[in-house]
């Protein structure tokens, strides 16, 4: 009977270490509502008027978000300056002199600290300013979950290595993807966000020069502010999207279709492969799009947050408290 009843404290005690696991491991859109029940409105105090200056900026919070949750899941390692015993992300290859945006969120989290001190994460203020981001240029609204808290550590090699960068084939887009969870769906409505935002030279210059997949009449007008010669105006910028760079919608795909992907990893979403019905299909519907793109941002959103006891709720998004 002893050993019966060991046995049975033993399951019990199991049983509510791993409710008490998923318990906090779990993200809720009401995760703020008694303690800083002003975030939202903190939050586009200070994200809508920087966006209004200057609309890339949207752009540039929806890609820090993907590199942030890519590298060691949405913990705002992204966010982090270098520092003794740190090095950060920033200067990864993905990151360095392209990443931008970083001053609009320090303003955000500085909103936010005015009016509930110490309860909202950088990773959580990230989530957020990418769905209003999106939201401003056009695009579609979701229930961000938040409940995130923020890392204490950074992977300069996580970014090296789990960023898609813009060479990638469309095996590769889909193996980097599916690292993260994340399905050839969830990939090619993902990579639609590139509908808004700039590119420099440096990463599309071989695709405009060398790939065949290209309109030829698009590649000369993109060569016009790009030089052959490696190193030449290497930061000169072209949009994304030939047509809107600053609304969010589906013209993105119907550049592909028509060989105008500014990326080689764009053109390879519609390049005879797996992907291009899926091309096709945003094309023709912009809500299905909209549709594919939110279900991968609240996946993607969802890429093993720090919760919990784990992690910390930083003052400083750029340094460790």
């Given amino acids: 009977m002893a050993a019966r009843a060991i046995v049975v404290l033993w399951l019990i005690l199991a049983l509510v270490a791993i409710a008490s696991g998923g318990a906090s491991a779990q993200l809720s859109s009401g995760f703020y509502s008694r303690s800083c029940p002003g975030m939202l409105k903190a939050v586009r105090s200070a994200l809508h008027p920087a966006i209004a200056r200057e609309r890339r900026v949207g752009a540039s919070i929806v890609r820090l978000f993907f590199h942030d949750c890519f590298v060691q899941g949405c913990d705002a390692s992204l966010l982090l300056d270098d520092a003794p015993g740190l090095r950060g992300e920033k200067n990864a290859t993905p990151n360095k002199n392209s990443a931008r945006g970083f001053e609009v969120i320090d303003a955000v989290k500085a909103a936010v600290e005015g009016c509930c001190p110490g309860v909202v994460s950088c990773a959580d203020i990230l989530a957020i300013a990418a769905e209003e981001s999106v939201v401003f240029l056009g695009g579609p609204s979701w229930e961000v979950k938040m409940g995130r808290r923020d890392s204490t550590t950074a992977s300069f090699n996580g970014a090296e290595n789990n960023i898609p960068p813009p060479t990638s084939g469309l095996a590769n887009l889909t193996s980097l993807f599916a690292a993260q969870g994340l399905s050839q769906k969830d990939m090619v409505a993902l990579s639609g966000a590139h509908t808004i935002g700039l590119a420099r030279c440096t990463n599309f210059r071989d695709h405009i020069y060398n790939d065949t997949n290209i309109d030829a009449g698009f590649a000369r007008s ?93 003052m400083n998004c750029r340094r460790i408290n």
């Avoid at 993109?222 to 030449?232: E, K, L, V, W």
């Fill in 222 to 314: 993109r060569q016009s502010g790009c030089p052959h010669a490696t190193g030449s105006r290497d930061n000169n910028l072209a949009p994304l999207d030939l047509q809107t760079l600053t609304v969010f919608e589906n013209n993105y795909y119907k550049n592909l279709v028509q060989k105008r992907g500014l990326l080689h990893s764009d053109q390879e979403l519609f390049n005879g492969g797996a992907a291009d019905a899926l091309v096709r299909e945003y094309v023709g519907s912009q809500s299905a799009f909209f549709q594919d793109f939110v279900e991968g941002m609240i996946k993607m959103g969802d890429i093993t947050p720090l919760t919990g006891s784990n992690g910390q709720i930083r």
